[in-house]
């Protein structure tokens, strides 16, 4: 049985308003299911995270073996001498970087600074809610 998410959460989970959904909905972009309130198909759901994924404008123009970024804004930096702590928003994500110092400067990067946080790794967690 695939999942099936309410207007609200699934407009949650792609980041955008309950009336974005609605409008995708309205024009076909969106399949519902017979559920009363109408209800957003999992499946579906995720290709249209992937189409606006591919959409998304990421400032940098970098070929890279990372499929992993981030773009958002910087909301905190912590620096001392030598190491830095950075807090980028992307859209709900949080993603927090440390760094050192001298990088920090380089790049500019400060409270408001368009920035992408790339990640490469080879662990990855993943988990579910308990049914």
Same mark, same amino acid.
């Given at each position: /049985?695939?999942?099936?998410?309410k ?27 017979? $559920? ?12 249209? $995270? ?8 990421d ?16 909301? #905190? ?5 030598? /190491? ?9 994500? #949080?993603?927090?970087?440390? /760094? ?16 992408v946080?790339?990640?490469? $790794? ?10």
């Open positions: /049985m695939v999942a099936s998410y207007i609200s959460q699934a407009a949650r989970l792609l980041g955008v308003s309950d009336d974005t959904i609605r409008r995708a909905v309205d024009q076909g972009a969106l399949p519902v299911t017979d $559920a009363s309130p109408a209800e957003i198909p999992g499946d579906a759901l995720a290709r249209r $995270a992937v189409e606006l994924a591919h959409v998304a404008q400032p940098t123009d970098v070929l890279s073996s990372a499929r992993n970024r981030f773009t958002g804004l910087v909301t #905190r930096v912590v620096a001392d001498e030598v /190491m830095a702590q950075v807090d980028i928003q992307a859209g709900p994500h #949080r993603v927090v970087s440390l /760094m050192s110092a001298e990088a920090v400067r380089d790049l500019g990067l400060e409270v408001g600074s368009l920035a946080a790339v990640v490469k $790794a080879t662990t990855v967690i993943v988990e579910t809610p308990r049914p």
